[in-house]
């Protein structure tokens, strides 16, 4: 792509991105996710939120949370779907408790969770569920790394 005339923008970066990810090329997209800011574009919510997924899928929790609150510091919100993405992951690898102080950090900050959220919720057991509920009706719950 640098070869030829036509200059690939951030939207095309963060495509190229999500299609490393889905590939389980991780690394190749980290690599190119760095050189961004090398090329002069800032990553959006939507470059940040593809990489988090990508990270989340091979099951380097710790990893997308670092990335999910240095993107905050980098300046870029985390929207509704960014909460979702890293919920999902932290619910598919079983890390309940942590996902519970992301969806109650989230409803806080006026987000609601998706259908598909929701639906990995339904298939907590109730006694998990019932916790979250409370804990969603307090105060602001925010995970530091």
Do not use: W
């Not at 509704?80 to 942590?98: P, R």
């Amino acid at each position: 792509m640098q070869k030829s005339a036509v200059k690939p923008n951030l939207v095309v970066y963060t495509i190229l991105i999500d299609g490393m990810c889905k590939c389980g090329k991780l690394k190749d997209a980290k690599v190119l996710f760095s050189r961004l800011t090398v090329e002069g574009f800032q990553p959006d919510v939507h470059t940040y939120t593809v990489l988090i997924g990508g990270i989340c899928k091979e099951g380097y929790l710790i990893e997308a949370l670092k990335l999910f609150r240095k993107m905050e510091e980098d300046g870029c919100t985390p929207n509704a779907c960014s909460y979702n993405v890293i919920i999902q992951g932290f619910l598919q690898h079983k890390d309940t408790s942590t996902a519970m102080q992301l969806i109650c950090e989230m409803v806080n900050r006026g987000f609601s969770t998706d259908a598909a959220t929701r639906t990995m919720l339904l298939d907590l057991p109730p006694m998990m569920v019932v916790p979250l509920l409370k804990i969603c009706q307090g105060s602001v719950t925010t995970i530091k790394m």
